[in-house]
């Protein structure tokens, strides 16, 4: 059960679109569409950003889009805001009923 | 609205208990599954266990296998986590998540935090 590996950090300056990689392999990120990805600001719970890799919650911005090409699945934000500096996290099912999160990419706008 | 609160957290010392609890309310309870993350201070997510709807499948992290027993009163409308054999590791906030179409936790709770330590 190793977890999904994602960049430490990304940055990127407003108005400017930035992506954050998510990397697992074919048992989890390559085998099901069932990624997700989460928005943690600091002391705050973790809030669902996109499902099912590319799916977006009613109520999320359309600036938010995720895809997935082979292992890696990627988060994409465009028209960066000063309230899109959070960490974000990636989340795959990984079959045999377990569920995997990688390490989490700290997102700062410049 | 979808409204998830977890209580139960404190500090314990290793070896010992502990029992979580998550409330919902907002939610047909009963026709979601619902899943139990932690996070360490200063770490990253972590997934913990998952009971199906009806609560006859319960799937846990290799981590917590045998020691955390995942369970679900819906006439309370309550999830459970019992923790037993405490380690300084099980250290974090632990969040109840319903369960989405795919696997993905759509609604979180604040969380509440569990420190293991002498």
């Known amino acids: 059960q190793s977890a999904l590996t994602q960049p430490p950090s990304a940055s990127g300056s407003p108005g400017q679109s930035v992506t954050i990689s998510c990397t697992g392999t074919s048992s989890d990120v390559g085998g099901y569409n069932y990624v997700s990805w989460y928005q943690q600001h600091p002391g705050k719970a973790p809030k669902l950003m996109i499902y099912e890799v590319n799916k977006r919650p009613s109520g999320v911005p359309d600036r938010f889009s995720g895809s997935k090409s082979g292992n890696t699945a990627s988060l994409t934000v465009s028209g960066l805001q000063a309230e899109d500096e959070a960490v974000f996290y990636c989340?795959?099912?990984?079959?045999?009923?377990?569920?995997?999160f990688g390490g989490g990419t700290k997102l700062t706008v410049l | 609205q979808v409204q998830l609160v977890e209580s139960g957290g404190g500090v314990v010392q290793p070896g010992r208990s502990l029992r979580l609890s998550c409330a919902a309310s907002g939610f047909t309870f009963s026709a979601y599954s619902i899943h139990w993350v932690r996070q360490a201070p200063g770490k990253g997510l972590d997934w913990v266990a998952v009971i199906s709807k009806d609560g006859n499948n319960k799937y846990y992290a290799d981590s917590v296998k045998g020691r955390f027993t995942i369970s679900r009163d819906d006439s309370k409308n309550t999830l459970y986590l019992q923790m037993n054999s405490l380690r300084a590791e099980d250290t974090a906030v632990y969040y109840c998540?319903?369960?989405?179409?795919?696997?993905?936790?759509?609604?979180w709770g604040q969380g509440t935090l569990v420190t293991v330590s002498s």
């Open positions: 998540a319903r369960v989405g179409s795919g696997w993905h936790g759509d609604y």
């Open positions: 989340a795959s099912y990984a079959g045999g009923n377990i569920f995997l």
